[in-house]
């Protein structure tokens, strides 16, 4: 009797176990793009506030640091995702002058703190009343982050949800 | 919070049916009796259907306790759109998967319930309701779309401003599932056909009545997926080999396979195994594209979060193709029939030239799609394979299949005698000849489009023969209506569809003429024959959005296209572009920037142009306007092939 088809079908099923291995092993992409801003080179806008815990923000304290600034709201779902990378992040690189420090962007205070304390955010973030901070950085949409480096000068943009990863490639670039 | 409550339950109830369906199956087939598979679907249709409507409901009440309703709602989000707000994310898209799913699992239980005791059924409605459970399950734990928001706040996200600005989200998403979900139908069979050992049943033929409604249904789907990004996206294309797009070509490519070659097993008995083998990978594929497109290991236009439901995902592919794979493995060589294919040019001979086309194509496709991902593990670095990988491939492939569709429906089975063929083929040559020749005198010179209309012309001679003989027969039977349901009118008005759908993409992609002017208020031009004039600004603000519309006009017809930022969701800004369609041209026009101090109007501002200026861009497209039609045509008979008349109703 031949045997074609169980040889074919052999032969199928080690192919796809392979496909299998090769794509469940894959990891997602970062969902953040690196964009072009009008702002990158220049000094960074000022970023001056009350934190939601209280504690007061003032961007030019940081001065030699690396500052993580995203903008981020309760309402937004990329923002969702983005938290615990966030957090990881900051936790991270907290002995290696790097700040993260977030923004609240068009949101309100109540909703912001729940969102904080439900992601159990390990960095601080100040709020934004008039969105005048976000009008300076161009913010249209959020999560944006940007970085910016121990001159005080915008590094990079990155614009969606951004991985660990992300975030700690895009530091050490600047650091270089 | 009741009503997160009653979705949650609601989905246990769904998915306690499902995997009691499964077990009562394995009960009834190791008794040898029927089972109560059709209480088991009831239960779980009840569940899914509770659990959509409580998701409904949170969505048409704006009930932002749902994370997912403050994700993809706001309270000024339109009826229309709150309601189809339940696809426009990945939960609430599985949750519509499963309630197709189901759906069709009742139908087909229901349908065959006189023969519930035949193990194929049961070994059928055992995987399904397996299918099932899966899907349901992930609805239950990883991707559960009733989830808490503990934050209260008192505005929603909205939906993102692409899936709000046109009626289309509204069928496109349901029909390309319902193609996707279908598919599991023709897999169960094959697996119950081969666990069996019953091949050679009349059941694979059976299957092809449900494998092309899926078809048809996966079809408009995707055309109307099309048409929804050629009116929404704003570049005047409509396919762009994106990895979401490849996901639902796919299965659509075996699947065709898949409705040619089971004509050959209902003729000839052949290619029983091959058959089954198509089934199995049909379905697969649409896991495999469902892994694509939620995985996020790809990168893709369409902008779908990824999720952690990747490993799930591509560990039921594997389960589903190794499944099919060790059963044709084991089973295989015994339930091939001894016979095979007599001549090489006889219909049976075409047919296996078509599967290795349409197979072909799909391996390519597949290549095409996973390379990025090969290339990225083997050097790193980052690739794109876009469009003209695809397109060198398509277009001689799609040229070869325009030709079979000329010949194959006029060759007899078994033999290949020229002289008949040629009488069969003669008036339909002539004519696609003398087109070519009126062509070329009204001047049209580029040999890929004379080649792909003399070859259309053809194809479209050798179905109206096939139908015209069905009509002839209708005829002297004395009923007309018999020859709606004749078994090839349908097939044969799908190619027509395909005939006129390819008509349209190759003169438009042919001939499409690009154009960016620059026009003042009250100016106009001529862009390649179309009068264009520019008549003022238009803003409408309400609670919905934010929106500067251009007064243009174009021959006289008054067109509107628009920067649109829609509140709600980070203030998305979209432009949506204009569109003045007739049977001849579509003309195309999109809002590019505007002079000045136009930061009100969301559009993009060129500088040095003068305040009141704006830049259109201009597309005018041939024919465009066909490829919808031809893809209605091809949904039309498609139906007219799932209502056709029975095997065993044919011998009468």
Same mark, same amino acid.
């Given at each position: 009797?031949?045997?074609?088809?169980?040889?074919?079908?052999?032969?199928?099923?080690?192919?796809?176990?392979?496909?299998?291995?090769?794509?469940?092993?894959?990891? &997602?992409?970062?969902?953040?793009?690196?964009?072009?801003? &009008?702002?990158?080179?220049?000094?960074?806008?000022?970023?001056?506030?009350?934190?939601?815990?209280?504690?007061?923000?003032?961007?030019?304290?940081?001065?030699?640091?690396?500052?993580?600034?995203?903008?981020?709201?309760?309402?937004?779902?990329?923002?969702?995702?983005?938290?615990? @990378?966030?957090?990881?992040?900051?936790?991270?690189?907290?002995?290696?002058?790097?700040?993260?420090?977030?923004?609240?962007?068009?949101?309100?205070?109540?909703?912001?703190?729940?969102?904080?304390?439900?992601?159990?955010?390990?960095?601080?973030?100040?709020?934004? &009343? @008039?969105?005048?901070?976000? @009008?300076?950085?161009?913010?249209?949409?959020?999560?944006?982050?940007?970085?910016?480096?121990?001159?005080?000068?915008?590094?990079?943009?990155?614009?969606?949800?951004?991985?660990?990863?992300?975030?700690?490639?895009?530091? @050490?670039?600047?650091?270089? | 919070?009741? #009503?997160?409550?009653?979705?949650?339950?609601? +989905?246990?109830?769904?998915?306690?049916?499902?995997?009691?369906?499964?077990? =009562?199956?394995?009960?009834?087939?190791?008794?040898?009796?029927?089972?109560?598979?059709? %209480?088991?679907?009831?239960?779980?249709?009840?569940?899914?259907?509770?659990?959509?409507?409580?998701?409904?409901?949170?969505?048409?009440?704006?009930?932002? /306790?749902?994370?997912?309703?403050?994700?993809?709602?706001?309270?000024?989000?339109?009826?229309?759109?709150?309601?189809?707000?339940?696809?426009?994310?990945?939960?609430?898209?599985?949750?519509?998967?499963?309630?197709?799913?189901?759906?069709?699992?009742?139908?087909?239980?229901?349908?065959?319930?006189?023969?519930?005791?035949?193990?194929?059924?049961?070994?059928?409605?055992?995987?399904?309701?397996?299918?099932?459970?899966?899907?349901?399950?992930?609805?239950?734990?990883?991707?559960?779309?009733?989830?808490?928001?503990?934050?209260?706040?008192?505005?929603?996200?909205?939906?993102?401003?692409?899936?709000? *600005?046109?009626?289309?989200?509204?069928?496109?998403?349901?029909?390309?599932?319902?193609?996707?979900? $279908?598919?599991?139908?023709?897999?169960?069979?094959?697996?119950?056909?081969?666990?069996?050992?019953?091949?050679?049943?009349?059941?694979?033929?059976?299957?092809?009545?449900?494998?092309?409604?899926?078809?048809?249904?996966?079809?408009?789907?995707?055309? +109307?997926?099309?048409?929804?990004?050629?009116?929404?996206?704003? %570049?005047?294309?409509?396919?762009?080999? =994106?990895?979401?797009?490849?996901?639902?070509?796919?299965?659509? +490519?075996?699947?065709?396979?898949?409705?040619?070659?089971?004509?050959?097993?209902?003729?000839?008995?052949?290619?029983?195994?091959?058959?089954?083998?198509?089934?199995?990978?049909?379905?697969?594929?649409?896991?495999?594209?469902?892994?694509?497109?939620?995985?996020?290991?790809?990168?893709?236009?369409?902008?779908? /979060?990824?999720?952690?439901?990747?490993?799930?995902?591509?560990?039921?592919?594997?389960?589903?193709?190794?499944?099919?794979?060790?059963?044709?493995?084991?089973?295989? =060589?015994?339930?091939?029939?001894?016979?095979?294919?007599?001549?090489?040019?006889?219909?049976?001979? #075409?047919?296996?030239?078509? *599967?290795?086309?349409?197979?072909?194509?799909?391996?390519?496709?597949?290549?095409?799609?996973?390379?990025?991902?090969?290339?990225?593990?083997?050097?790193?670095?980052?690739?794109?394979?876009?469009?003209?990988?695809?397109?060198?491939?398509?277009?001689?492939?799609?040229?070869?299949?325009?030709?079979?569709?000329?010949?194959?429906?006029?060759?007899?089975?078994?033999?290949?005698?020229?002289?008949?063929?040629?009488?069969?083929?003669?008036?339909?040559?002539?004519?696609?000849?003398?087109?070519?020749?009126?062509?070329?005198?009204?001047?049209?010179?580029?040999?890929?489009?004379?080649?792909?209309?003399?070859?259309?012309?053809?194809?479209?001679?050798?179905?109206?023969?096939?139908?015209?003989?069905?009509?002839?027969?209708?005829?002297?039977?004395?009923?007309?209506?018999?020859?709606?349901?004749?078994?090839?009118?349908?097939?044969?008005?799908?190619?027509?569809?395909?005939?006129?759908?390819?008509?349209?993409?190759?003169?438009?992609?042919?001939?499409?003429?690009?154009?960016?002017?620059?026009?003042?208020?009250?100016?106009?031009?001529?862009?390649? $024959?179309?009068?264009?004039?520019?008549? $003022?600004?238009?803003?409408?603000?309400?609670?919905?959005?934010? /929106?500067?519309?251009?007064?243009?006009?174009?021959?006289? =017809?008054?067109?509107?296209?628009?920067?649109?930022?829609?509140?709600?969701?980070?203030?998305?800004?979209?432009?949506?572009?204009?569109?003045?369609? *007739?049977? #001849?041209?579509?003309?195309?026009?999109?809002?590019?920037?505007?002079?000045?101090?136009?930061?009100?109007?969301?559009?993009?501002?060129?500088?040095?142009?003068?305040?009141? /200026?704006?830049?259109?861009?201009?597309?005018?497209?041939?024919?465009?306007?066909?490829?919808?039609?031809?893809?209605?045509?091809?949904?039309?008979?498609?139906?007219?092939?799932?209502?056709?008349?029975?095997?065993?109703?044919?011998?009468?």
């Amino acid at each position: 009797m031949r045997r074609t088809i169980t040889v074919a079908s052999l032969v199928v099923l080690a192919l796809c176990v392979a496909l299998t291995v090769f794509l469940g092993t894959r990891r &997602p992409v970062g969902d953040a793009t690196t964009v072009q801003s &009008p702002l990158l080179g220049k000094f960074a806008p000022s970023v001056e506030g009350t934190e939601l815990d209280g504690g007061h923000f003032d961007l030019r304290d940081d001065r030699g640091d690396i500052v993580v600034v995203d903008f981020w709201a309760s309402w937004c779902g990329p923002c969702v995702a983005e938290a615990p @990378n966030l957090s990881s992040f900051a936790w991270r690189e907290r002995h290696d002058k790097v700040k993260v420090i977030g923004v609240v962007f068009d949101d309100s205070v109540s909703a912001a703190r729940a969102f904080q304390t439900h992601y159990g955010s390990l960095y601080p973030s100040i709020v934004d &009343p @008039n969105g005048d901070i976000a @009008n300076s950085y161009g913010v249209t949409s959020p999560p944006t982050t940007f970085i910016v480096d121990g001159q005080g000068r915008v590094a990079a943009t990155l614009l969606g949800p951004a991985s660990t990863a992300q975030l700690v490639g895009a530091v @050490n670039r600047v650091r270089r | 919070m009741t #009503l997160i409550w009653i979705g949650r339950v609601a +989905l246990v109830v769904a998915l306690g049916a499902l995997v009691g369906g499964v077990v =009562d199956q394995a009960v009834a087939l190791r008794h040898r009796r029927a089972g109560h598979a059709l %209480w088991f679907a009831l239960g779980a249709l009840v569940g899914i259907l509770g659990a959509v409507a409580a998701m409904e409901v949170a969505l048409v009440t704006h009930n932002f /306790s749902l994370a997912y309703v403050a994700a993809n709602n706001a309270t000024f989000t339109p009826l229309l759109y709150s309601i189809t707000g339940m696809w426009s994310a990945l939960e609430g898209s599985l949750l519509l998967w499963s309630l197709l799913l189901t759906l069709v699992t009742l139908f087909v239980i229901y349908y065959y319930r006189r023969e519930a005791s035949d193990p194929v059924v049961a070994w059928a409605s055992a995987v399904l309701f397996g299918v099932g459970a899966f899907f349901t399950y992930l609805l239950v734990v990883p991707a559960s779309p009733f989830v808490h928001n503990p934050a209260h706040v008192l505005q929603g996200a909205g939906p993102n401003a692409l899936l709000q *600005n046109n009626p289309l989200v509204a069928v496109h998403p349901p029909l390309l599932y319902a193609g996707f979900v $279908g598919f599991t139908v023709p897999f169960a069979f094959a697996i119950a056909m081969l666990v069996t050992g019953r091949v050679q049943d009349r059941w694979q033929l059976e299957q092809r009545r449900w494998t092309v409604l899926a078809w048809g249904a996966l079809s408009l789907g995707i055309v +109307l997926g099309a048409w929804w990004s050629y009116q929404v996206l704003g %570049w005047g294309g409509f396919w762009g080999w =994106d990895p979401v797009e490849n996901a639902a070509l796919l299965p659509w +490519l075996t699947a065709t396979a898949y409705i040619h070659s089971v004509i050959v097993q209902d003729r000839r008995g052949l290619f029983r195994v091959w058959n089954l083998s198509l089934a199995i990978a049909t379905f697969s594929l649409t896991v495999l594209g469902t892994f694509f497109t939620r995985s996020g290991v790809l990168q893709s236009v369409h902008a779908f /979060s990824s999720s952690t439901l990747g490993p799930l995902l591509i560990g039921f592919f594997f389960v589903c193709v190794g499944a099919g794979a060790g059963l044709l493995a084991w089973r295989g =060589d015994r339930l091939r029939s001894a016979v095979g294919v007599d001549h090489p040019l006889s219909r049976e001979g #075409l047919f296996v030239a078509n *599967n290795v086309l349409f197979v072909g194509f799909a391996i390519v496709v597949l290549l095409g799609t996973v390379f990025p991902l090969l290339y990225q593990a083997v050097n790193g670095a980052q690739v794109t394979v876009g469009t003209p990988y695809f397109a060198s491939i398509a277009a001689p492939l799609s040229v070869v299949l325009l030709a079979l569709m000329a010949v194959a429906p006029l060759v007899s089975w078994r033999s290949a005698d020229a002289g008949v063929l040629w009488g069969r083929l003669r008036t339909s040559a002539w004519f696609a000849l003398a087109l070519v020749v009126a062509l070329v005198a009204f001047g049209v010179r580029r040999p890929t489009v004379l080649v792909a209309y003399f070859l259309a012309a053809g194809a479209a001679g050798a179905a109206l023969r096939t139908l015209r003989g069905v009509l002839v027969a209708a005829h002297r039977r004395g009923r007309w209506t018999s020859a709606l349901r004749a078994p090839s009118t349908g097939g044969m008005v799908v190619h027509l569809g395909i005939v006129i759908l390819a008509l349209g993409i190759v003169t438009s992609t042919s001939y499409t003429t690009r154009a960016e002017v620059t026009l003042a208020h009250g100016q106009s031009t001529v862009v390649s $024959g179309q009068y264009v004039s520019f008549a $003022g600004f238009h803003e409408v603000k309400d609670a919905l959005e934010t /929106s500067t519309e251009l007064v243009v006009s174009v021959g006289g =017809d008054q067109l509107r296209p628009a920067v649109t930022t829609y509140n709600g969701r980070n203030g998305q800004t979209v432009g949506t572009p204009a569109i003045d369609s *007739n049977l #001849l041209r579509d003309v195309y026009v999109t809002f590019d920037a505007v002079g000045g101090n136009g930061a009100t109007s969301g559009a993009q501002v060129q500088n040095g142009l003068p305040a009141g /200026s704006v830049v259109l861009g201009v597309t005018v497209e041939p024919l465009l306007a066909w490829l919808w039609i031809g893809g209605l045509v091809v949904g039309l008979g498609s139906a007219l092939s799932f209502l056709r008349r029975r095997y065993n109703e044919e011998a009468a």
